[in-house]
């Protein structure tokens, strides 16, 4: 059976100039989506993201961006 994607508008995505690297958001994501780019950098795995905003929300330092998903990718 072929597993449907689902489709979303938008995407949420991390400032790594504001990211503190505080965890709180690692720490909120139900959906393992949030990962240490690189050894570096907090990002968001869109594929794994249900965009239920728990991490938008808890930042805070609000480096948690909303972006359409066009300019996401
Ligand atoms: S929007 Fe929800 S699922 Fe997506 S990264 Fe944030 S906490 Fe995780
Ligand atoms: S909650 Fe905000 S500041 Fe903290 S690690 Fe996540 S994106 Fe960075």
Request: proline share 4%; hydrophobic share 30%; charged share 30%.
């Amino acid at each position: 059976m072929a597993e449907k994607k689902k489709e979303y508008k938008w995407s949420y995505v991390i400032d790594p100039v504001k990211c503190m690297n505080c965890a709180t958001c690692e720490v909120e994501c139900r959906d393992d989506a949030i990962y240490i780019k690189d050894y570096e950098a907090y990002a968001i795995n869109e594929e794994n993201c249900t965009r239920c905003a728990k991490c938008y929300t808890a930042c805070p330092v609000e480096a948690i961006q909303r972006v359409p998903v066009s300019k996401a990718s």
